[in-house]
């Protein structure tokens, strides 16, 4: 079986998706919604955008993205994706590969964790940019006030570059809640064993480590970025009294000359 993982928006109202979809999910909270349709195909919808197929055909997964989308918020263009193999074979109780895995048998909560962790390693590949366009644009600024010893951009540029890298950054930390295992791996020495044993296979801990780092870095950019625009807020009103108060001297000057 073949698993899929797309990011499609930055939000899905999973409420709403709930409400309109014919079908009764298998799980459903505020974070997800897992379905499994006649044919034994599974679907599962996550708050952060992502939609995961198991066994779907491509105009099958076409239709449902088309679909998801009237639930979703900020969409995004469809290059995030990644895909995963699970094979069956009764001689073999647990392999995991780089791409694959091999099980004795499939059940609902075995390809519940593995969709869980494809779907997680997707949103980890559309945070990894998002948090490298802000690392990037943050790094031109300090190297431009390491060149000049001053930021050239104007207040409105400033503002606006601070108020998208902390919308970036809000999205991403509401996020990364992502990395709980879902209750029934306490429950199950295999699922525990599939769980931990994708999530090393997928490098999501050492991903998400990167993003945090990245995240600190600019978190201190920011704070310096905000200071100076304060000071440069600051002297040009002290500027500004400084000239009000000459006019006001030159005033009084003139008016006893005369």
Do not use: C, H
């Amino acid at each position: 079986m073949k698993i899929e993982a797309f990011q499609v928006s930055e939000v899905f109202n999973l409420k709403k998706f709930r409400n309109e979809y014919t079908n009764q999910p298998l799980i459903a909270n505020n974070s997800e919604l897992f379905y499994r349709n006649e044919e034994g195909n599974f679907f599962y919808l996550f708050s952060y955008g992502v939609v995961v197929f198991a066994g779907f055909n491509d105009l099958q997964k076409s239709e449902l993205i088309k679909y998801s989308k009237n639930f979703a918020e900020k969409e995004v263009d469809g290059k995030y994706f990644d895909d995963f193999t699970v094979n069956i074979d009764p001689l073999v109780s647990l392999n995991i590969g780089y791409d694959s895995i091999t099980i004795a048998e499939l059940t609902d909560n075995i390809i519940q964790i593995i969709m869980l962790n494809v779907g997680q390693s997707v949103a980890l590949d559309y945070y990894e940019a998002l948090s490298l366009e802000i690392f990037t644009n943050s790094k031109k600024l300090t190297e431009e006030l390491e060149a000049v010893g001053t930021l050239r951009s104007s207040k409105k540029d400033l503002l606006k570059f601070i108020g998208r890298t902390l919308n970036i950054k809000n999205s991403i930390i509401d996020n990364l809640y992502i990395f709980d295992a879902p209750d029934i791996v306490w429950e199950n020495e295999l699922l525990e064993r599939i769980d931990k044993g994708l999530k090393k296979n997928l490098d999501l801990k050492m991903r998400y480590q990167d993003i945090d780092y990245k995240l600190k870095i600019i978190q201190e950019n920011l704070t310096l970025f905000t200071d100076l625009l304060q000071n440069r807020e600051s002297t040009r009103l002290e500027w500004i009294i400084i000239i009000l108060i000459l006019i006001e001297v030159f005033d009084i000057i003139i008016k006893k000359i005369i």
